[in-house]
């Protein structure tokens, strides 16, 4: 998943951070 820290925190930040 290869996805800037902005839209990272909207949609992987979740399951990611």
């Given amino acids: 998943m290869l996805i ?3 839209q990272n925190m ?3 930040g979740t ?3």
Avoid: A, E
């Fill in 4 to 6: 800037p820290p902005s």
């Fill in 10 to 12: 909207m949609s992987t």
């Fill in 15 to 17: 399951l990611n951070n």
